[in-house]
């Protein structure tokens, strides 16, 4: 096994992702299925309402599923880089005893597990949650029973695992597709540093945290995302009171907090843990806390008021779209959504509160590394 037990532990993020995926689609898809055996049972004046929350349902469905099962791919494609970066000697040495390129990805069957724990807990959590969903979804309509469909636990739990462990192994074999000696010299290409962000004439500190950003492109898409997350969700789950019920609103202001923090740790935790001899050394050479914490992290900060921006965006499009279209026919008046700028500018402080948080703790503890521990390396 070339990912061991205890390194398996990193993938927490797949965990979270997946759980927060699958349990969405748990009581939605499952209250579609069970409410479209009912169909013959509505009444014309109940019919256009009916109509909306099943069209909601997939929609919610395909649109949160979908998007989470995109990142948690990503995330499975990012921690497969990462890993092989940091052991990149160990498995130059298991290729040249002779280990083929295959037997060495096999071992990444790991994130399939990973995948599966997550979509296992998202599911569980999903079925715990359908009692208040099932109430909320049909309220003015009919009760709803709920039933259990294997299919659903074949289709969100077992698939997404063969899926995802398969992913591992092919991202794993593609990364190997080096020689042994490029593995065994640590050799990666993230490193490299364009000649522009190089440029002579720039200060050291703007030519650190340019090469900084450059060198780590992938973690700029994590912190947008996780900004994103905070901004779409947190902002959605303010207006779910007088939309929906106070409890769909603390269903999306949990799981919303939940990936914000997730993406958001796990980049700020990779790059601190990437940059820990370069700070080492400029506190050798006299530099501050916050000079050191600037340049590693400073040029993030952009993608992640993009994200938050974006964010902002797709919930207003969402919200419109859902009570524009969606319910359009229903036979009860359902306010106008209009852009919520309290709300917006609420989410926005308490983002910026939590994300200089991070950034100052990471920072301090960044900080303190010695250049002792890198001196026989």
Known sequence: MVVGWKESFKLIGIVIVCACAV???????????????????????SFPLYEAQILTAKIVSLISGGCLSLIAALLVVFYVKL?????????????????????????????????????????????????????KMSEGLFDTPISFHAEL?????????????????????????????????????????????????????????RATLMSKKSLMFFIGFGAFCYSTMLQMALTMDEYASAVMGIIIFLIGAVLSVTCLLLAVTVLARANRKTVAVMRAYGYTFWECGRAVFGGYTVPALVGYGLGTVYEYGLMRFMLDIIFRDVSYEVPAYTFQTVDFFCVLASFLIFYGIVLVLFTHRLGKTSVRAFVLE
């Open 153 to 209: 636990l074949f289709g969100l739990v077992f698939a997404p695992a063969v899926f995802f462990g398969a992913l591992a192994i092919v991202c794993a074999r593609l990364k190997m597709r080096v020689s042994a000696m490029t593995l065994l010299r640590g050799e990666d290409g993230d490193a490299r540093i364009s000649a522009r962000a190089a440029d002579k004439d720039r200060p050291f500190l703007t030519q650190l945290r």
């Open 83 to 135: 890993y092989v970066d940091a052991h990149a000697r160990q498995l130059g040495v298991l290729k040249a005893i002779g280990y083929s390129d295959m037997r060495i990805a096999a071992g990444f069957w790991v994130f399939g597990l990973a995948a599966f724990i997550g979509c296992m807990a998202g599911f569980g959590g999903g079925f715990a949650l359908m009692p208040l969903i099932y109430e």
């Open 23 to 45: 349990m969405v689609c748990t009581f939605f898809l499952n209250y579609y299925l069970d409410a479209s055996a009912l169909r013959d049972t509505v009444d014309a004046e």
